[in-house]
C-alpha cells in the first residue's frame, strides 16, 4: 500500500491533528516554541486534555461539529487575538508576541485544513520590529564565554560564530558535515553542510580555528575510547570514567541536542558574570544567549563589505 500524501493525510479522519501540525517543523527549538503558544491558545479558549495531543483532537472535534458551521475557531481566534492586542496596548507584551502567537495557531490550522481569513483578521494587529533592540556579543565576551571549563563550549562558540548558523542545526550536525578546505597543505577554512539530507539544507564556512577545535573534541573522544566515524554527531553528552559516576559511557555516546546546547551556552553566560537579573521593567538581556552567535556573523560580513545576497545564502535565509 502506498503512502499517503499530505493532502491525504490531513483529510483522513483518523489523523492525528498535533501529528500533522509538527509535520511540518523540522527544528526541535521551533517544534517546542510552536506548541508552547498553541497550548498557550489552547488555555485561553479553555481546551483541556491529559496532554497536547488530545487538545489538539478536542480542537479539530469542536471546529468539525455540525453545530459549529466552520466557525468556532474563527470566533476563538478573533477572541484570543484581540485579548492579545489589548496586552501590547498595556505594554504587558510587544507586538512581535502576538505575531510568533499568530505563526503557531496559523501553521496548526493550514495543516489541519482549518481555513481562516488571516489577511483580513490580522491587518489590525500590532507589529513587530523587525529587528530586535538587543545586541550582538563584544569579542571580549565571546572571549570570557569560550574560556567556561568545558570542552564542548570553545568548539561550539567558534563554530555558531564563524558560520552564523541556528540552534537547531545541532541537531543535524555529523562529522561528515564537516569539510576542510586546504591551501598549499594548510587548512583555511572548512565547508559545513546544514541540515544535511534535510529540503533546507544549505552550506556555509567556519574559521580554520573552528575546525581545529571541533577536530579537538573528536580527538579527544578517540583518545577516550569511541569509535568516531562520518555518522558520529558532533556534539554528545559527556561522561564519567571515575568509578560510581553513572553520568555517561564513553562508547555509548548519546547525541547533545540543541536544547542542551542552549543550556550549555547559557551556564557559560552566567558562569562567567557576562549575564545578571535582569531589572524591573526590563524583558530581554543585551545580547541572546545562541542567536547573539548568529547576529555577530551577520555583522562581522556586513563590516567585510560582503553582499547581502552572499550574506543570506551562508545564513539559510
Not at 104 to 126: H, S, Y
Request: charged residues 30%; proline residues 3%.
Amino acid at each position: 500500500m502506498q503512502e499517503l500524501n499530505l493532502t491525504d493525510r490531513c483529510q483522513n479522519e483518523n489523523s492525528d491533528p498535533y501529528d500533522i501540525f509538527i509535520f511540518a517543523i523540522n527544528s526541535q527549538v521551533t517544534k517546542q516554541k510552536y506548541t508552547y503558544r498553541l497550548a498557550k491558545f489552547f488555555d485561553f479558549i479553555n481546551i483541556e486534555g491529559e496532554n497536547i495531543q488530545q487538545r489538539c483532537r478536542i480542537a479539530i472535534e469542536k471546529e468539525r461539529d455540525g453545530n459549529s458551521e466552520g466557525r468556532w475557531l474563527l470566533n476563538n481566534i478573533l477572541k484570543f487575538l484581540q485579548a492579545q492586542k489589548e496586552r501590547v496596548e498595556r505594554k504587558e507584551i510587544t507586538g512581535a508576541t502576538v505575531q510568533n502567537f499568530v505563526k503557531a495557531v496559523k501553521l496548526f490550522c493550514e495543516m489541519n485544513d482549518i481555513q481562516i481569513p488571516w489577511k483580513r483578521i490580522t491587518r489590525g494587529l500590532p507589529k513587530g520590529r523587525k529587528h530586535a533592540n538587543d545586541r550582538s556579543p563584544t569579542i571580549e565576551e565571546i572571549t570570557r564565554i569560550v574560556e567556561y571549563p568545558d570542552r564542548r563550549i570553545k568548539a561550539i562558540v567558534c563554530t555558531m560564530s564563524s558560520s552564523g548558523i541556528r540552534l537547531g542545526a545541532w541537531d543535524y550536525l555529523r562529522w561528515k558535515d564537516i569539510h576542510p578546505i586546504e591551501r598549499n597543505g594548510e587548512i583555511v577554512a572548512a565547508k559545513i553542510i546544514v541540515y544535511a539530507e534535510d529540503e533546507e539544507e544549505y552550506f556555509s564556512f567556519i574559521t580554520p580555528e573552528a575546525y581545529h577545535e571541533l577536530k579537538k573534541w573528536m580527538n579527544y573522544r578517540i583518545e577516550s575510547g569511541e569509535v568516531i566515524n562520518g555518522n558520529s554527531w558532533i556534539l554528545r553528552h559527556v561522561w564519567n570514567t571515575k568509578q560510581g559516576f553513572k553520568r555517561g559511557i564513553i562508547d555509548s555516546p548519546k547525541k547533545l541536542k540543541s536544547s542542551g546546547v542552549k543550556r550549555l551556552i547559557e551556564d557559560a553566560i552566567w558562569n562567567q558574570g557576562l549575564r545578571k537579573k535582569l531589572d524591573p521593567g526590563k524583558k530581554r538581556h543585551e545580547f541572546q544567549a545562541d542567536h547573539g552567535f548568529r547576529k555577530w556573523f551577520k555583522t562581522r560580513c556586513e563590516i567585510s563589505g560582503m553582499k547581502p545576497i552572499n550574506i543570506e545564502k551562508l545564513m539559510g535565509l
